[in-house]
Nanobody, 127 residues
């Protein structure tokens, strides 16, 4: 049973920073691609970033490129999302997710690829 638990959300002013964490258990974390997604009020869930099983490769949505950094610490079974220069439009519930394909040749930001999801953490950016 895979369990993903996000933390680190909160209220921050525009221009500020937050770091989200996602603690994983139930599988060998280092074998799998991980991703971050978000859902704003009244909107569909969207992709934010994903990272390869080794951490060597990352992909970002255009909306966060240059401001957010995804990383992972396999020894601690933990995924991170460093968010800088936050904007009010970044306000959303942020979710981490695991792609259950073992050592995939390619990464994907398509949500259907990810089968295990955390409960989410709220990020609110005030103007």
């Amino acid at each position: 049973q895979v369990q993903l638990v996000e933390s680190g959300g909160g209220l921050v002013q525009a221009g500020g920073s937050l770091r989200l964490s996602c603690a994983a258990s139930g599988r060998t974390f280092s074998n799998y691609v991980m991703g971050w997604f978000r859902q704003a009020p009244g909107k569909e869930r969207e992709s934010v970033a994903c990272i390869s099983w080794s951490g060597a490769a990352t992909t970002y949505a255009d909306s966060v490129k240059g401001r957010f950094t995804i990383s992972r610490e396999n020894a601690k079974n933990t995924l991170y999302l460093q968010m800088n220069v936050l904007k009010p439009e970044d306000t959303a519930v942020y979710y981490c997710a695991l792609d259950p394909r073992l050592y995939p040749a390619t990464m994907s930001l398509h949500q259907d690829t990810y089968k295990y999801w955390g409960q989410g953490t709220q990020v609110t950016v005030s103007p």
